[in-house]
């Protein structure tokens, strides 16, 4: 679908970006490893395209994994891009403000475990930023006395089974359905949900057998369709603009970025701004990198260059410059564009999410801006006050910061999904800092809870 307006500038509906969430173990690898397997596997070159960071599956892919759940005449989307990365990096990586990573996602939890705090905090981000999303309500195999109806939709499937392979599933369906309304969610298996924008789909699946996959490939094309069209519209020849999934380094080309790119076109030799931990950088594009296919692990080999690519589409960025790229944080490019303008977009962009700190507290440091920003809320409802709130590893300058607070229970730092710099670890042994790390953020605020109550207890 391609309109073009006076100026030349080709308006273009993009792919829906899609996010897999949920807890540990419940699923999101191998439901997205499904996904691509099937896909491949309904035969067809071209089934689906490998990006870097994300895997492409074109509609006509789509429609034939999904039979007579998905007629492609009745779509003119051009199919869901699946962010390859599930869990809390793509989850945290999940904005707030301004460009947002994912368009939708798949929140998964496993049918027998039910809610846990990686749901909670998954759902969490997701109110916040108002992104839609469908349930995927995995493991249904698992339930004893499950009768499997391959090629069936899952709503006939569940219709099928024996009372008691029912009456257990569905305990488990309704609990999901009903945490789901404690925060705040009205929710429904899908077939029963009329408008997707008000009421939660539940699709329950088995990223296993991949019963009920067809179903959830439907809701979330429908969904988009549907919904989201008119955000899927892009000026595809526009300068180019993206999130930063990762900053890599990768042999022979040095520090590069793994950019999901939502809109326009990023070419070779254009200028770009990057949101970093010190402010925006601005650079130049030295190569643009796609995978090859079958290519060996961890050489330049891996990598084929290409002149530039357009949205949407994930896609590495060699630059100079970008050791203090931060992941979450957005890229654009210039072109004809005032670089003024653009490097005020995107400080902007970072300022949304700056934490408000206080003269005394905790250091925080998270892995992207999205987790950074997920940590800030929760201590903000502890009560917790935070003195330093940086994305990277903790290094030497966090443990002397949190060595000069007045109060015990500030000196200390929370690091959320990051490693300690080996200096820092040293610095660390010299001191009373404490350090608590996790990679679950409510387990983390948890025990520094548990640190404090303690603390006072041996006060007393
Ligand atoms: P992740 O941590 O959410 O990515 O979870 P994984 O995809 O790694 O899955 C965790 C475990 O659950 C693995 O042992 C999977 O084989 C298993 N698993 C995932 N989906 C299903 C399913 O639908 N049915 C069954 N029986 N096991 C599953």
Excluded at 67 to 83: E, R, Y
Excluded at 437 to 450: A, G, R, S
Aim: net charge negative; charged share 25%.
């Amino acid at each position: 679908m391609s309109d073009t307006d006076t100026q030349g500038h080709a308006e273009t509906l993009r792919t829906p970006i899609v996010a897999v969430l949920g807890h540990v173990d419940h699923g999101k690898t191998t439901l997205l490893d499904k996904i691509r397997g099937s896909a491949v596997s309904e035969g067809e070159a071209g089934a689906i395209t490998q990006h870097i960071g994300a895997t492409a599956v074109p509609l006509e892919t789509v429609s034939q994994m999904a039979g007579s759940l998905v007629n492609p005449d009745d779509f003119d989307l051009p199919g869901l891009l699946f962010i390859d990365t599930p869990g809390h990096h793509s989850f945290t990586t999940l904005r707030s403000r301004g460009g947002a990573l994912a368009d939708i996602a798949v929140l998964v939890v496993d049918v027998n475990d039910g809610f846990q705090p990686q749901t909670l905090e998954a759902l969490d981000i997701l109110q916040r930023t108002g992104t839609p999303f469908v349930v995927a309500a995995n493991k249904i195999d698992t339930t004893p006395g499950w009768n499997r109806q391959d090629g069936e939709p899952i709503q006939k499937t569940y219709e099928a089974q024996s009372k008691q392979a029912r009456k257990r599933l569905d305990e488990n369906l309704y609990k999901i359905i009903g945490n789901l309304s404690d925060e705040g969610f009205s929710a429904d298996l899908y077939w029963r949900v009329q408008n997707f924008t008000k009421n939660i789909g539940v699709v329950p699946l088995s990223a296993i057998t991949g019963e009920g996959i067809p179903d959830l490939l439907a809701v979330l094309m429908g969904l988009s369709q549907r919904y989201m069209k008119e955000e899927m519209e892009i000026d595809v020849d526009g300068p180019g603009k993206g999130t930063v999934l990762e900053v890599k380094e990768e042999k022979g080309f040095g520090a590069t970025l793994d950019v999901v790119l939502y809109d326009g076109t990023v070419k070779e030799d254009e200028t770009i701004v990057v949101g970093g931990a010190n402010g925006p950088i601005v650079t130049e594009v030295r190569a643009i990198l796609q995978p090859r296919p079958n290519a060996e692990i961890r050489t330049e080999k891996r990598f084929n260059r290409v002149e530039s690519v357009s949205a949407a589409t994930g896609t590495k960025i060699a630059a100079p410059d970008l050791e203090d790229a931060m992941a979450g944080a957005p890229v654009r490019v210039v072109r004809d564009r005032d670089l003024d303008e653009v490097i005020a977009e995107v400080e902007a962009e970072l300022a949304g999410i700056e934490v408000d700190t206080a003269e005394q507290g905790v250091v925080v440091k998270a892995d992207t801006l999205g987790s950074l920003e997920a940590m800030a809320n929760a201590l903000d409802e502890a009560e917790v006050p935070i003195v330093r709130a940086e994305v990277g590893d903790v290094a030497p300058r966090d443990v002397s910061i949190a060595g000069t607070a007045r109060e015990d229970e500030h000196k200390v730092i929370l690091g959320f999904n990051v490693d300690v710099l080996p200096d820092a670890k040293k610095e660390l042994e010299n001191s009373d800092v404490r350090l608590f790390k996790h990679d679950v953020i409510y387990q983390l605020i948890e025990d520094y809870d548990e640190f404090i109550t303690e603390r006072k207890r041996e006060q007393q």
